[in-house]
């Protein structure tokens, strides 16, 4: 077992309190938006926390004003946004990562697209009272292919999960919690000291029983869109509409679509 810390720069890893690791999306002057290094290193600090008995909860935020703005348009929109997809085909940060331990996502800013289905991927999240989360993709002919939609298909009432997906308009945090979305609000200067004491209630409790009880809790609500997503995508990229995305975000414009 490598007890040693991951060298990474765009994912800041520090230990606030015993069996607690906080890992800090640090790329503050692109909104913390993921590229393929970031996703690179935070698969990397994933796979070190899993590895170390002393850690059993994770707690994932960002540096700045923004939690994470989701994934690096520049990227996205370069060869099919292939760069963008990790290393077990997931198409956010986390999505098919294996892992146990206990993740507490902690919005201390917006969440917009990707960076929304990234606190999703994780089994709590506690936002600060000034956040709002979207999932816009639609206004960029994209798709929310990283686990937003059997997310929202399952935890949301479906108007409401149309809304966000087909819509893409921001939500506010206090209706985030109001839904479920959101496990908890606080204010800015106390949202880290909420993750931290939700992380010591957890820890409480006989690790291995917890992670048990989430992994089984995972599966009972799972649904596996794998393969319709891929199969959604490759349309989506053949059309004349993600032509014109690549072109309109080239020539910084709004994009006119066809529908076609």
């Not at 999932?135 to 809304?163: D, F, M, N, W, Y």
């Not at 921001?170 to 839904?179: F, H, T, V, Y």
Request: charged residues 20%; hydrophobic residues 45%; contains cysteine.
């Amino acid at each position: 077992m490598n007890s040693e810390q991951p060298n990474t720069q765009l994912v800041r890893c520090d230990r606030p309190i015993p069996h607690v690791a906080r890992l800090t999306l640090h790329r503050p002057a692109a909104s913390n938006a993921y590229n393929a290094v970031m996703i690179s290193e935070l698969e990397q600090c994933l796979n070190w926390c899993e590895q170390q008995a002393d850690i059993r909860t994770v707690i994932l935020t960002g540096s700045g004003t923004v939690f994470c703005g989701g994934a690096d348009l520049q990227e996205a929109f370069t060869d099919g946004g292939k760069s963008l997809i990790n290393s077990h085909g997931g198409f956010n940060p986390l999505q098919y990562l294996p892992r146990r331990k206990i993740w507490i996502a902690a919005l201390n800013g917006h969440a917009f697209g990707g960076g929304l289905e990234l606190a999703l991927e994780c089994d709590f999240i506690i936002a600060a009272e000034q956040v709002k989360i979207a999932l816009p993709e639609v206004k960029h002919g994209l798709l929310p292919l990283g686990g937003a939609i059997g997310q929202l298909a399952t935890r949301l009432p479906a108007s409401v999960a149309r809304e966000m997906l087909l819509i893409g308009e921001p939500m506010n945090a206090q209706r985030a919690l109001a839904l479920g979305l959101f496990y908890q609000v606080a204010t800015a200067e106390d949202l880290l000291e909420n993750a931290l004491t939700l992380a010591a209630s957890l820890n409480r409790n006989a690790p291995l029983a917890v992670q048990a009880c989430n992994v089984l809790l995972k599966e009972a609500h799972a649904q596996d869109l794998r393969q319709s997503s891929v199969a959604e995508l490759q349309q989506l990229q053949a059309s004349l509409d993600y032509q014109e995305s690549l072109l309109a975000f080239s020539e910084k414009r709004a994009p006119q679509w066809r529908g076609k």
